[in-house]
């Protein structure tokens, strides 16, 4: 029984180092799965609120096509969303870089949470004076 028990642990210890070594758990994205990433962070030009990957537009196709073949010449992630940023504008981005012109859609957002704060503050300061 207890050889059995020791023959069985050194069996499933072996199984779940060679099933996590292998090179399918090790190995870089492919090239398929870094084009579904990237196509996932651009918006597709034709439709208002779908990415890329979502849209089912021809345009759409060919574009991540291009991908596609800009990853198997070797391109890097930053180099292709460049590319489609000079190509058709900053908005292509669903997260554009922080630049003089998108400083406004990094701002906005904090100064309306600030604003928010100080709002809820003097609403709580009044009300705890008329308490008082």
């Known amino acids: 029984m207890n050889k059995a028990l020791t023959a069985l642990f ?42 890329l990957y979502e849209s089912e537009f021809p345009q759409a196709a060919e574009l991540k096509a291009r991908i596609y073949q800009m990853l198997q010449a070797g391109e890097s992630r930053e180099r292709i969303l460049n590319y489609f940023a000079e190509r058709y504008g900053e908005q292509i981005r669903y997260e554009p870089g922080v630049k003089p012109s998108t ?9 309306l949470i600030l604003l928010a704060l100080v709002w809820a503050g003097c609403r709580l300061l009044k009300i705890k004076r008329k308490t008082s």
């Open 10 to 51: 050194a069996f499933l210890c072996l199984s779940f180092s060679l099933t996590f070594t292998h090179p399918a758990y090790t190995a870089e994205p492919s090239i398929r799965d870094q084009a579904i990433a990237i196509s996932k962070e651009l918006r597709d030009p034709n439709a208002i609120n779908q990415s």
């Open 103 to 111: 400083i406004a859609l990094w701002l906005f957002p904090l100064v």
